[in-house]
T-cell receptor, first 114, second 116 residues
Framework: GNSVTQMEGPVTLSEEAFLTINCTYT??????LFWYVQYPGEGLQLLLK?????DKGSNKGFEATYRKETTSFHLEKGSVQVSDSAVYFC?????????????FGIGTKLQVIP | DSGVTQTPKHLITATGQRVTLRCSPR?????VYWYQQSLDQGLQFLIQ???????AKGNILERFSAQQFPDLHSELNLSSLELGDSALYFC???????????????FGNGTRLTVT
């Protein structure tokens, strides 16, 4: 079956530091890949997505590139802010079997300190 | 606003009781997913429905059941509640179709269940 492996947190960074959160996946076929973010007290919301190999998703300064050769979709941001403190979830989705199937990673908590 | 509505927002009940959580998906979405999130166990997938039919089951206890109605809203029933069932329960919806695997999930704000 499909699986998503995410680095365990928490990750603690100082403001303006570079962020990388690793995500690798196992899937048959050609899944779509997503990053979701969960701010304290809220539900998950889509941060970015990529639907095919070499696609780069980007939003709010975050980026991730769909790397089929390494089955990875690492999340990066050049300069984090305190407001980026949240839990980040990597996910994949495929449509085999006639309906959408979604698999989430365990989530990585990011704490940004001033 | 994600377009997904979950009620109630908070629920406090006693052990042994039964509760029903309700979810209205985003307009046009056919698939509904239920997740449980507790402090120490992250996001646990419970069950998925697509256009009224159960499609996938995760770590859902036998004391828990769900259904999706013809109008596509969904209910999650939790019975014989235990202290350990205290958690945030999220509902999400998506287009759900197999030919649209890039459809994102839209999450509600969750129902916080406290079992005392």
């Amino acid at each position: 079956g499909n699986s998503v492996t995410q680095m365990e947190g928490p990750v603690t960074l100082s403001e303006e530091a570079f962020l990388t959160i690793n995500c690798t996946y196992t899937a048959t076929g050609y899944p779509s890949l997503f990053w979701y973010v969960q701010y304290p007290g809220e539900g998950l919301q889509l941060l970015l997505k990529a639907t095919k190999a070499d696609d780069k998703g980007s939003n709010k300064g975050f980026e991730a590139t769909y790397r089929k050769e390494t089955t990875s979709f690492h999340l990066e941001k050049g300069s984090v802010q305190v407001s980026d403190s949240a839990v980040y979830f990597c996910a994949l989705s495929d449509g085999s079997g006639g309906y959408q199937k979604v698999t989430f990673g365990i989530g990585t908590k990011l704490q940004v300190i001033p | 606003d994600s377009g997904v509505t979950q009620t109630p927002k908070h629920l406090i009940t006693a052990t042994g009781q039964r509760v029903t959580l309700r979810c209205s998906p985003r307009s046009g979405d056919l698939s509904v997913y239920w997740y449980q999130q507790s402090l120490d166990q992250g996001l646990q997938f419970l069950i998925q429905y697509y256009n009224g039919e159960e499609r996938a089951k995760g770590n859902i206890l036998e004391r828990f059941s769900a259904q999706q109605f013809p109008d596509l809203h969904s209910e999650l029933n939790l019975s014989s509640l235990e202290l350990g069932d205290s958690a945030l329960y999220f509902c999400a919806s998506s287009a759900g179709r197999g030919d649209l695997p890039n459809s994102p999930l839209h999450f509600g704000n969750g129902t916080r269940l406290t079992v005392t």
